[in-house]
């Protein structure tokens, strides 16, 4: 496992060096293991640990893509103007956006409870923080900017 996670971040830093497959676009396998070396260094999650905490996040971040996905069909099209829709038609995107939020929280409190298990409560709070800032990073709107090859 050890082993594992000194693969995935080594090949982190081969991609923050600009030498992925796409430049100028990550991959899903590009984010993800840059996601995976930031939250083991930042939460300093040990590999004993890593055993028990990736499949969790990893279920419970697949659990909010699928609440996601399950709304985004409800959406109206990316050519559709909010003008020329109907009250009724607002009304129910508004809801329909309320319901995924509340789903978002009732997963995320599920999964709380098993991160906190694994982390504890402090590094648990600090997870939810690092997430939102790699996200940022991401999209090149962090305090450090784009990511390094952007």
Known sequence: MFLMMLLLIGSTSMVAQGHGPKEGKMSKEEKDAKMIGFLTEKLDITSEEAEDFWPVFNAYREALKDNHKSFKGEKPGKDVK???????????LIDNGFKMKE?????????????????????????????KEF????KGKGPQGPPPGH
């Open 82 to 92: 909010l003008d020329d829709m109907t009250d009724a038609e607002v009304r129910e």
């Open 135 to 138: 996200r940022k990073n991401l």
């Open 103 to 131: 789903r978002d929280l009732e997963i995320k409190k599920e999964y709380n409870e098993k991160f906190i298990n694994i982390l504890g409560v402090k590094r648990t709070a600090k997870l939810y923080h690092l997430e």
